[in-house]
């Protein structure tokens, strides 16, 4: 069965740092492009990186450019985001999910908290 198993998520403080892995099983992960969206409470989910099947190619979402990079390791079946810089409006669920034409994997997502 299809898995994506995240972890790294917790508490931290601003400015500081995280990185978040996920591990696939289940399909072939080298042939899906790989995607972290984020849901705060009460705000819509929103896409914060996305990387290319052979990781030549990434986007992020404006808010977290210059801090967050993604990347995959198409050998261990996982993709990482390290998130530098962290801000308190950074805290969300964070979902590490896979694409490909016609078809959508998620995670469970795990909690990142910002504060103080």
């Known amino acids: 069965q299809v898995q994506l198993v995240e972890s790294g998520g917790g508490l931290v403080q601003p400015g500081g740092s995280l990185r978040l892995s996920c591990v696939a099983s289940g399909f072939p992960f080298s042939r899906y492009t790989m995607n972290w969206y984020r849901q705060a409470p009460g705000k819509e989910r929103e896409l914060v990186a996305a990387?290319?099947?052979?990781?030549?190619?990434?986007d992020y979402a404006d808010f977290v450019k210059g801090r967050f990079t993604i990347s995959r390791d198409n050998a261990k079946n996982t993709v990482y985001l390290q998130m530098n810089s962290l801000k308190p409006e950074d805290t969300a669920i964070y979902y590490c999910?896979?694409?490909?034409?016609?078809?959508?994997?998620w995670g469970q997502g795990t909690q990142v908290t910002v504060s103080s």
């Open positions: 999910s896979a694409r490909r034409v016609g078809e959508y994997y």
């Open positions: 990387i290319t099947r052979a990781g030549g190619t990434t």
